[in-house]
């Protein structure tokens, strides 16, 4: 007997409804981070006469905080979980981190990393991801990250305190009840993250989880400018990307394609 033909829509829902769940939850962790980070900055400035004060200790300039990075990296005896948005990673980045994470490793530390999507288009990036998961670190990728964030030992924590101008510094934060919501936000994040190479191709109509993220990022109102540096791309990849999903949907301008994508469940 032949099958009987299914209706596009039956075949989709289930995927665009368990990707339109996933898209939200994301959402709602980006508005959560965004917001302890503000309240992380202004509980600095109350109190930075202090060293320490309310949990926190901030580090001056790019060079401060890449030391204290490694300090904490060779203090840390059990885990350190690690947010690494931005793309691509510089050749010293690169150079730094190795000697770092293989001393990890061999002392028996477990290392997590999350990476962006778009790094599987840096060879150098990639190669490093793949060489520190054959010593044992655990890497894994998503489209978009809130912030750049490091955590040793499920202790101390380090953040950005501008997450967009990593030359401001960062802050250190060792307060427990914050540490802990940042520990609930990596957790969320690495469940919905696949390992480096490790996601399916979707069907040839289906959104992949880029476009997807671009999409909703479009949808709130990030300049396609934005839109490359929170994914990590540049503005060339993420117009072609757009034009991509226009051309999935069938559509002859954005306003259309954002029409289209709301009628599809993709929005």
Do not use: C
Request: glycine share 6%.
């Amino acid at each position: 007997m032949n099958p009987l033909p299914v209706h596009p829509e039956m075949s989709f829902s289930s995927y665009i409804h368990r990707r339109e769940m996933e898209i939200h939850a994301q959402q709602l962790e980006l508005a959560a981070v965004r917001a302890a980070t503000a309240e992380l900055t202004a509980a600095y400035a109350a109190h930075q006469g202090s060293r320490g004060s309310a949990g926190l200790e901030r580090l001056n300039g790019v060079h401060e905080v890449r030391a204290r990075l490694t300090e904490l990296s060779r203090r840390a005896t059990e885990e350190l979980l690690a947010f690494m948005p931005g793309g691509a990673l510089s050749q010293d980045a690169l150079d730094a981190s190795r000697p770092l994470d293989e001393r990890s490793l061999e002392s028996g530390v477990r290392l997590k990393t999350v990476f962006l999507d778009s790094v599987v288009n840096d060879r150098a990036t990639t190669e490093y991801a793949r060489w520190l998961s054959t010593l044992g670190g655990e890497v894994r990728t998503l489209p978009v990250l809130p912030l750049r964030m490091l955590v040793a030992d499920r202790t101390t924590a380090v953040l950005p305190i501008d997450p967009e101008d990593s030359r401001q510094g960062a802050v250190i934060v060792h307060a427990t009840g914050v540490v802990a919501a940042l520990l609930a936000l990596f957790d969320m994040a690495w469940e919905r993250a696949v390992p480096l190479d490790g996601s399916r191709a979707p069907h040839a109509d289906a959104p992949s989880r880029q476009e997807l993220t671009l999409l909703n990022l479009l949808a709130q109102g990030h300049t396609d400018e934005v839109a490359a540096r929170k994914l990590g791309l540049s503005l060339r990849t993420v117009r072609r990307m757009m034009a991509s999903v226009s051309g999935k949907l069938g559509a002859r301008s954005r306003f259309e394609a954002g029409v289209l994508a709301s009628r599809s469940g993709w929005l």
